[in-house]
């Protein structure tokens, strides 16, 4: 029970960064949710291209076609969105944060305590 409580609070402090910048956290998810979501629709598209090959169908071949070169665009669009307004401000961010919370109790520090943990 006690190593249960400990895990519990080294995944809460691990975590405190992102209770406390929730906003940028959201937004750092997104762009990783929409490379997930982009790779399985590529993939489906890819097979339902090969398959419309197979079986001679040219005119659903082009169709396919421009739906992926479209999603492909969207994405780029998506990204380049993103990586401007959250990558270059997040981390920085986040270490100040981890500076301001943790370092003043690294500095201060007693050797005894430091042994103990």
Known sequence: MKEQRNF???????FL?????????ALAIIPAFVNSIVVILSVYLIKEITNKLQDGLSLD????????????LLHYIVLIFFRR???????PTFRK????T?????????NNQAEKH
Do not use: E, Q
């Not at 519990?8 to 691990?14: A, D, Q």
């Not at 307004?85 to 981390?91: A, L, P």
């Not at 944060?97 to 301001?100: L, N, T």
């Open 85 to 91: 307004k959250t990558y270059v401000i997040m981390w």
């Open 17 to 25: 960064p992102v209770y406390a910048y929730k906003k940028m956290t």
């Open 8 to 14: 519990i609070k080294i995944v809460k402090r691990f």
């Open 61 to 72: 071949v082009k169709i396919l076609i421009i739906y992926f070169i479209l999603l492909v």
């Open 102 to 110: 943790y370092i003043k109790k690294f500095i201060y520090l007693d």
């Open 97 to 100: 944060y981890m500076y301001k």
